[in-house]
């Protein structure tokens, strides 16, 4: 009778523990696969780092650290030639402060009224478009930069067309779709409660949503604007077709300028030697330039984000 309890038991107990023993086997196993996903991610990022401090350090100490930086005559050419970077640098930081200016407030506002005041209907479809926008190639930027913004620049500004000033232009359009996508994620996850509270204190739904919402979800917003200086920053193809490309420093919006990416990209194809090794050392600055902003900005979040 006993034995017999105890068979009855044992299989009453038995599917569940396989059931749980198979749980957790792929519990285990996910979770392997996360680290390892993970760790491959970290590597990939490390050994980037790795080649490009590797191969950019040297030519600094060669060229003279003050030279390469500050030194504001590129002509690899001349005898001896001449490695400054300085005025591709202003110009990569002038071009994604102007992108930066022109089209962030324009992003977040757009966020605000897909995230407050959108009808859900027309919300969808404007969402496609956002995405839409995010899936043209840089190219294509780029030829709608040379045939729209050159000519109406030159038309309706000053000089050649090709500037400063447009590229600027033409990256604050590009970013676009990047800061709304981000911000208005951020703006919709901001618990309802949040909105309610506002409301109940007597604000209106306008003050709520700029007032109440938009500081609660700062830190996605805080999010969506590296991202989009990283896109501003990094851009190459765009850049190099509507910003005149002058490896000198500008003197006003209206001239050219050259940013770093640009110079690698308009150079790399026939550089030897040092000039190569040159061009390797402008990515690694650019590289230390976006872990410095990215540094700075989160530093900001963790003292000034509280929610």
Not at 45 to 66: C, D, E, H, R
Not at 76 to 95: A, C, E, K, T
Not at 161 to 184: D, H, K, N, R, Y
Not at 202 to 215: A, D, N, W, Y
Request: charged share 15%.
């Amino acid at each position: 009778m006993e034995r017999s309890e105890i068979m009855t038991t044992a299989s009453w107990e038995t599917p569940p523990d396989r059931a749980a023993k198979s749980r957790l086997r792929g519990e285990r196993w996910m979770a392997w696969w996360v680290r390892s996903m993970a760790a491959i991610a970290i590597l990939s990022v490390g050994l980037i780092a790795l080649f490009i401090f590797a191969k950019g350090i040297p030519p600094i100490w060669t060229i003279g650290w003050q030279d390469f930086l500050l030194g504001e005559t590129w002509k690899p050419g001349d005898v001896p030639p001449q490695y400054g970077i300085f005025p591709m640098i202003v110009g990569s930081v002038l071009v994604t402060a102007g992108a930066m200016l022109m089209g962030a407030p324009v992003a977040l506002a757009a966020a605000v009224y897909l995230a407050g005041f959108c009808p859900p209907k027309f919300r969808r479809t404007l969402n496609s478009l956002v995405l839409l926008l995010a899936g043209i190639p840089s190219i294509v930027y780029g030829f709608f930069g040379m045939v729209v913004l050159v000519p109406w620049v030159r038309e309706y500004g000053s000089g050649t067309g090709s500037s400063l000033f447009t590229a600027a232009l033409l990256l604050a359009i590009m970013i676009l779709p990047t800061v709304i996508s981000v911000s208005e994620t951020a703006f919709s996850a901001v618990p309802q409660r949040y909105y309610e509270a506002g409301r109940a204190l007597g604000l209106t739904h306008e003050k709520t949503m700029v007032g109440v919402i938009v500081p609660a979800a700062s830190s996605g917003v805080l999010a969506a604007l590296v991202l989009g200086i990283g896109r501003a920053i990094g851009e190459t193809m765009a850049v190099v077709m509507v910003a005149g490309n002058q490896a000198v420093i500008p003197s006003s919006i209206w001239e050219g300028t050259r940013t770093l990416t640009a110079n690698i990209v308009l150079e790399m194809g026939y550089a030897a030697d040092l000039h190569r090794d040159s061009l390797i050392a402008s990515g690694a600055i650019l590289f230390m330039m976006i872990l410095c902003l990215n540094t700075v900005f989160l530093y900001l979040r963790e003292k000034w984000v509280k929610v």
